[in-house]
């Protein structure tokens, strides 16, 4: 049994650590514990430790464990860190409190009209391909300029920006450029590091990391990756 509170207060340590070093206030970057895969129990283990924050990437997952939980806890923080078909728009809406993947214009067309029927709206981060992997999701780099004005002409409001680099390159190269496409944008979120590799990302100036198996052990393998 993995021991959750004990690893939530190592993190934080390490974080705190990392923000020190860098200059930071651990107060500013953001731990999103990545509860995909782990149950219930789980979830429940990390919000007794006082975690409030959380992501999944897969709406069927999120949708499967997380409603009546947030019915009973207004206070828990929900991100979507997965990719978000439009036909599942309605639901992200109405369950996330930040979509961290917005990658294209029919997306936004799609958030726009639902924030006008449901009357709100997540948080925004748009994903940039910062790698250019042809697998992964996220905008190209040399597009990503473009796609913030295009959502800011929309009317959205760009929280922030996500990368996950690519898992056989050193990931600061892949951080300093999504800090530097933020900085030229006036965009203050950044959402980067996971588990192996976030103290490099806090020193690059992360306002959120993405960690799950640091908190909740390994998982098993994906059937669906
Ligand atoms: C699974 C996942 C994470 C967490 O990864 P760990 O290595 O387990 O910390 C972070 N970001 C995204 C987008 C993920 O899918």
């Known amino acids: 049994m993995t021991d959750i509170a004990a690893n939530l207060a190592v993190l934080r340590a390490r974080i705190a650590a990392a923000a020190l070093a860098a200059g930071r206030r651990s107060e500013d970057v953001a731990l999103v514990a990545v509860s995909k895969t782990h149950d219930a129990a789980a979830i429940a283990a990390a919000i007794a430790a006082g975690q409030r924050r959380f992501g999944e990437n897969r709406m069927q997952e999120a949708l499967a464990k997380y409603p009546a939980l947030k019915a009973r806890r207004p206070d828990l923080e929900l991100h979507l860190i997965g990719p978000l078909q439009t036909n599942k728009v309605k639901e ?4 996330f409190d930040v979509i961290e993947t917005l990658d294209r ?13 449901q009357q709100r709206l997540p948080a925004l981060f748009i994903q940039v391909n910062t790698g250019e992997e042809p697998q992964k999701a996220g905008v190209l780099p040399e597009v990503a300029d473009g796609f913030i004005a295009q959502c800011r002409g929309l009317g959205l409001v760009i929280a922030g920006l996500m990368c996950i680099p690519p898992v056989d390159e050193a990931p600061a190269q892949h951080f300093a450029l999504l800090r530097e496409i933020a900085r030229r944008n006036g965009i203050s979120g950044l959402s980067m590091g996971m588990s ?6 806090i020193r690059f100036g992360a306002t959120h990391i993405r960690v799950g198996t640091a908190i909740f052990g390994a998982r098993a393998p994906d059937p669906g990756a």
Not at 196 to 201: Q, R
């Open 92 to 95: 992200a809406v109405a369950l």
């Open 105 to 117: 214009p029919k997306l936004a067309e799609a958030l726009l009209r639902e924030r006008a029927r």
């Open 196 to 201: 192996a590799d976030f103290e490099i990302a």
